[in-house]
């Protein structure tokens, strides 16, 4: 069964990167200090994972939905270096809701961490990697995007995204993610 994802476009394509057009949605986020995307995914998952499993006021399951968001707040990144990590950063963790729902007609969570919030990403440059939210995989994607990026004189806003779409028990070498970066106005 496939996962309910953010409606987009493919603006255009260039071998293993894409810019995307998202629509808005509805996404439940939490922060979290954490010392790596990895550590992050997992204990924000637990916190949102709860809340969709009926973890909220009106004890309500929610549909699972993809993907799994992860933003970092301070992390420093060096373009001929991994990324480092400095202590005490922390990261945004977030679920898309499913469409169904709106900021009113949300569940009201027991967590007070859980906030909700509408997102608008607009237009993305995306490239797609397999594996583990390591800090290679993540370093390698922001470089070779940044590369393109720079290459085709977009200009970027905002901090970058990381994304996960599969279940943790699918083998890693399956697993589909992905590093977004937002790009400022729309492509020519």
């Known amino acids: 069964m496939a996962l309910e994802t953010p409606d987009y476009k493919v603006l255009r394509k260039s071998g293993n990167i894409e810019l995307r057009g998202y629509d808005d949605f509805i996404s439940a986020q939490v922060k979290v200090g954490s010392r790596d995307h990895r550590e992050a995914a997992e204990a924000g998952f637990r916190i949102l994972a709860a809340y969709i499993f009926g973890d909220n006021?009106?004890?309500?399951?929610?549909?699972?939905?993809?993907?799994?968001?992860?933003?970092?707040?301070?992390?420093?990144?060096e373009m001929t270096a991994p990324v480092t990590v400095e202590g005490g950063d922390e990261y945004t963790v977030s679920f898309v809701m499913p469409r169904r729902y709106d900021l009113d007609t949300l569940p009201k969570p027991n967590d007070s961490r859980i906030t909700f919030s509408k997102t608008h990403l607009?237009?993305?440059?995306?490239?797609?990697?397999?594996?583990?939210?390591?800090?290679?995989?993540?370093?390698?994607?922001?470089?070779?995007?940044?590369?393109?990026?720079?290459?085709?004189?977009?200009?970027?806003?905002?901090?970058?995204?990381?994304?996960?779409?599969?279940?943790?028990?699918?083998?890693?070498?399956?697993?589909?993610?992905?590093?977004?970066?937002?790009?400022?106005?729309?492509?020519?």
């Not at 006021?57 to 990144?77: L, Q, Y």
């Not at 370093?139 to 599969?166: H, P």
């Open 122 to 188: 607009g237009t993305v440059a995306v490239i797609r990697f397999s594996g583990f939210f390591s800090a290679s995989n993540i370093s390698k994607g922001i470089e070779e995007l940044r590369k393109w990026i720079r290459k085709e004189k977009l200009e970027t806003k905002g901090e970058y995204i990381v994304a996960g779409y599969d279940p943790p028990y699918k083998p890693w070498f399956l697993k589909r993610n992905e590093v977004l970066i937002r790009i400022v106005g729309e492509p020519d």
């Open 57 to 77: 006021v009106s004890s309500h399951k929610i549909g699972m939905t993809a993907p799994v968001a992860i933003e970092g707040s301070s992390e420093r990144i």
